[in-house]
């Protein structure tokens, strides 16, 4: 492994870790950094540094860095800016192999802050030290027990996301989850002021656990390198983009951010054959559930199942604006579905409709299941469930759809076609709710999951994108 | 008023409705017909025709229509398809003016259905009975009492919305009402056998209680002078409409929907000046949020306020994507925010962060808005609230959102700039539950709601650009 590998290896894989600056306020359920290692169960060793207190939730702390009697491998500065380049050079002395700088104000806040940064910078190559930031939230790699937020899934999985920005990270580990994605590795990485998008584009390629790349970036160094690693990545992973900073307000958003907005290369970006650029952060998770769970459907032909006609009707015209195809049924699959859903206003065309409302859905799908799947004229079977519209009628919503839950157990595992489900929740709290164990079983049987007509389409055409492009090889 | 206008009046202000086909099994708690009407307080007559029953929810029942014994105006028609064109005859014996066709069964589903549809409406027009459907779910018009649907609010608003398709009818009345949308007349028209798009174009046009009008169509009939009419609603009131079958799957699901998909116009409607046009049902309730609350703002200029950098940077983009600027602050607003929000890790650029996570929102917008109301560098405050990154992280998320309400009801109305917000709440229970009064807040101060950054963006230049257009009477 090269020596840059090695590095990064040892930033996600450290065993033991400093905290400079613990706060002696911790709780254990709050949400401190010796919390949430704890919450997490990291196996290594915790070091808190804060000259006033005898421990942090029951673990020794120190004085200074250099008063912890063993090597420490990661360094976490949780100490105003202005202190950062002196505690730098105790982690030189103590042989920290990587510091994580997670305050702000440096570089990003004008010439002062980048002056401060250049210092900080110069401080760590002298004295060998590595940096992750500043001014970012860090790492969140659950198989490990490093997190920067300990309500984040405990679970592993295979997807990484390189993120110039915290509250981006985040937000898509939050959202994904309810989505089923795990995360093998997670960094935000803030002011890039050492290790930089390059050097986690260059890693994740060849990382076993990280089979998905995900980045969202502020700016991309042009001197970087970064083009020829995304170029790589691509190659043998699927790699989607968030571009942050793609005009003038957001560019200056980015530079009072993170310093990014730098020499964009986002045409460059444009011109990787394989690579996804997205436009919003729920584009990336929506895109990220098609490339983790959709199953590569022998063609482009979707048929429709759900309630709400003219729903339907908008779900096929975003599917087709997409690229996709959806086609009239045969007739055989039309004559069957006739005799399941021959109610008033139920289709039995494509889009196929149940032939009333939840109560009547697990029957439905139970018989219609597996008409689909063997219907020789569609290759991929996207289930569309509306739920707010049933709302408040006096259902039992969460009985019925459990009804529902029980039926794609049993059905969806035998499927020789792809399933994808939209699941549209409409921000109401009776079918969030009711719809809580449908949404377990989905992702336990790794159904992709979208929430909306728009959403279905741009994650499904990414993932399918990909399998054109690959051929046989996706 | 001309005769089309005095049946229409006549269609959304029957003084007596009759229901032929009430069912004996309704329930006060119900969803059925002769419910609705008594759960929203239908003044006029209800009259429930059904030869077995004595009485419906205790209102006395007829065994046929014509055994009513006073005038009926409307009659909603929940019988098989093949009983229709019988029952039309016995509402033109009785003279019935208006006849809603509730079932399906027509020129959607074929040959057989057309002809059946066509046998319909001679009966219909020999009787002098005006048809609405068949195949529609019919009207909501909370003022009088009228709906499909007994779990929309009872309020009534000034936006009236005609749409082919039922699911949709019901889907933007609920998800506009959680963002305060309140409607004057809602017509789900179906197969539009007799009334239809164009008609309800002329009407609402000229409706004094229809301020805004939106659609949602399956096909326009180029023979109707649909176009002619939009073309003259545009100049007073602002129109949206929702295209549903504008791709060749979608139309071959809109065909067995509505029987629509019929000589689609829509490059004849994309060339009338005004008139919004829009793809998903999500923009559609995006857009008639904001022409329904966004104050006219001075000029294009942008402050966005909101704790989430990175998750500012993409606002930003989406804002000038769409023809918005957010500017640089001035050196007078960057100053004063500097010490308000002087936390690591807070932006006082634009976007501007508070500097820390809820628990100091209330205190950032109390300060700050006042400031960025008398900056005469921007037009507009759009506040960013993210909420679902700060779940579960030991906060008392209703209590902060709650002080965050109050500050907002004591700021808001005295600013003299539009204020807009995103409330993100990412289908966490918690957040939503959380949200509930910050939400009801802003709905009562009339400030336009969206949920994301693409959502804000694309409302918010739909209304902008009627702005535009209109100059000085906007």
Redesign the interface.
């Known amino acids: 492994m090269k020596a840059k590998a090695l590095i990064l290896d040892a930033l996600f894989h450290p065993e033991s870790v400093a905290i400079i600056g613990a706060s002696s306020q911790e ?1 254990h ?3 401190g950094w010796v919390a949430r290692l704890l919450s997490f169960g990291f196996k290594g060793a915790i070091y808190p540094i804060n000259p006033k207190a005898k421990d942090v939730l029951g673990i020794k702390a120190y004085p200074s860095l250099l008063a912890v009697p063993k090597p420490v491998d990661y360094a976490i500065l949780n100490v ?2 202005q202190s950062t380049p002196e505690v730098i050079q105790e982690c030189s002395e103590k042989r920290v192999k990587l510091a994580h700088v997670y ?3 440096f570089s ?1 806040t004008g010439e002062e802050g980048a002056a401060l940064q250049e210092e900080l910078v110069r401080q760590a190559k002298e004295g060998g030290v590595r940096l992750l930031g500043p ?1 970012a939230l860090g790492l969140y790699c659950p198989a490990v027990g490093l997190t920067f ?3 984040l899934p405990k679970s592993a999985g295979d997807i990484a996301f390189a ?6 990270a ?2 898509v580990v ?2 994904g989850a ?1 989505r089923g994605l795990r995360f093998s590795k997670v960094v935000s990485y803030g002011n890039a002021a050492d290790l930089n998008e390059k050097d986690f584009a260059e890693y994740l390629a060849q990382d076993k656990e990280s089979q998905i790349l995900a980045f ?1 970036l ?1 700016g991309v160094r042009d001197e970087g390198g970064f083009i020829e690693e995304i170029e790589k990545a691509v190659r043998d992973k699927p790699v989607a983009i ?9 560019r ?3 530079i ?3 310093a990014g907005g730098f020499s964009p290369m986002w045409s460059e970006l444009r011109q990787i054959p394989g690579l996804v650029i997205v ?4 584009e990336l998770v929506d895109c990220l559930v098609a490339f983790r769970f959709l199953k590569k459907p022998f063609g482009n032909r979707v048929v ?1 199942l759900g ?8 779900v ?6 997409a690229g ?5 049924l045969g007739a055989s699959a039309r004559e069957q579905l006739r005799r399941i859903a021959s109610g ?4 039995v ?3 196929a409709e149940p032939p009333g409302p939840l109560p009547v859905w697990a029957t439905f799908y139970d018989s219609t299941l597996p008409i689909l799947d063997d219907a020789i004229e569609v290759d991929l079977v996207l289930m569309s469930l ?1 739920l ?2 049933h ?4 259902m039992d919503t969460q009985g019925h759809l459990s009804e529902v839950a029980a039926v794609l157990m049993d059905r969806v595992p035998r499927m020789k076609k792809p399933v994808a489900v939209i699941l549209d ?5 009776e079918t ?2 009711g719809a809580w164990e449908l949404r377990e079983v989905l992702v336990e049987l790794k159904v992709p999951i979208f ?4 959403a279905v389409a741009r994650g499904l055409s990414h993932a399918f994108r990909r399998f054109v492009q690959r051929g046989q090889n996706a």
Do not use: W
Not at 307 to 314: C, D, S, T
Not at 391 to 394: D, I, L
Not at 451 to 454: G, I, K, L, M, V
């Open positions: 709780t359920d709050g949400d105003p800016a305050g702000a104000g990003e001014n937020d300990r309500n993120s110039q920005s915290g509250s981006c985040m937000r939050r959202q309810l969202y502020e968030l571009e942050g900073g793609i005009t003038p307000g957001g200056r958003a980015a009072a951010h993170t436009q919003s952060l729920e429709i309630r709400g006609a003219g729903l339907g009707v908008k096929a015209d975003a599917l087709e604006e996709f195809i959806v086609p009239r008033a206003g139920a289709m065309e494509n889009p509306t707010d519209i709302a408040g009628q006096g929740l409409g921000d109401n709290i969030i709710r929430s909306s007509a728009d």
